[in-house]
T-cell receptor, first 116, second 114 residues
Framework: DTGVSQDPRHKITKRGQNVTFRCDPI?????LYWYRQTLGQGPEFLTY????????KSRLLSDRFSAERPKGSFSTLEIQRTEQGDSAMYLC??????????????FGEGSRLTVL | GDSVTQMEGPVTLSEEAFLTINCTYT??????LFWYVQYPGEGLQLLLK?????DKGSNKGFEATYRKETTSFHLEKGSVQVSDSAVYFCALSDLSTSYGKLTFGQGTILTVHP
């Protein structure tokens, strides 16, 4: 499978716990994006990387959220001290450098987080 | 800020019916416009795009025309099939505000019955 893969697909945690999601992009893509999607809503932009550099972060990305892409390949999104409002689907996408112009983002199936 | 508004859903149609899903946008600059589709159990994928006024994007029988005067990008298909059942998202990219962000509408669920 050469698509974008995300792990885990589902995570149930208790409020206050830390969680980490991993995204493996399409290998030749230098851009990687994180979005959050809640029920009945469209994806909301969180952050994106070009290679290992994090170039933009949304105001949605509070200080409890941190994303890394250490070697410009896979990425992790960590949420510390989870809150019930963090329950959502976390989507990862990748693209070539012009993906934001062409719209050719390739999305994974998402990691669903449930905070009890 | 930038925003995208889609028609209220869900939409339920019979096979071979005509489909329209409305999309309007607000943007600071001169955006590129996209329609994405999400089939059950799959990730979002680009359906079609238009980058300037009066451009028509088309794919798989779907069409949408970039209307700057009405700030709209409505999705149409002349004859839907059961296999078109999915969630459809309108989105924009505005380089005056971001070099990476796409802004999405809330999505419209389409169900097509045989």
């Amino acid at each position: 499978d050469t698509g974008v893969s995300q792990d885990p697909r589902h995570k149930i945690t208790k409020r206050g716990q830390n969680v980490t999601f991993r995204c493996d992009p399409i290998s030749e893509h230098n851009r990687l994006y994180w979005y959050r999607q809640t029920l009945g809503q469209g994806p909301e932009f969180l952050t994106y990387f070009q290679n290992e550099a994090q170039l933009e972060k949304s105001r949605l990305l509070s200080d409890r959220f941190s994303a890394e892409r250490p070697k410009g390949s896979f990425s992790t999104l960590e949420i510390q001290r989870t809150e019930q409002g963090d329950s959502a689907m976390y989507l990862c996408a990748s693209s070539l450098e012009e993906g934001h112009r062409t719209g050719e983002l390739f999305f994974g199936e998402g990691s669903r987080l449930t905070v009890l | 800020g930038d925003s995208v508004t889609q028609m209220e859903g869900p939409v339920t149609l019979s096979e071979e019916a005509f489909l329209t899903i409305n999309c309007t946008y607000t943007a600071t600059g001169y955006p590129s416009l996209f329609w994405y589709v999400q089939y059950p159990g799959e990730g979002l994928q680009l359906l079609l795009k238009a980058t300037k006024a009066d451009d028509k994007g088309s794919n798989k029988g779907f069409e949408a025309t970039y209307r700057k005067e009405t700030t709209s990008f409505h999705l149409e298909k002349g004859s839907v099939q059961v296999s078109d059942s999915a969630v459809y998202f309108c989105a924009l990219s505005d380089l005056s505000t971001s070099y990476g962000k796409l802004t999405f509408g809330q999505g419209t669920i389409l169900t097509v019955h045989p």
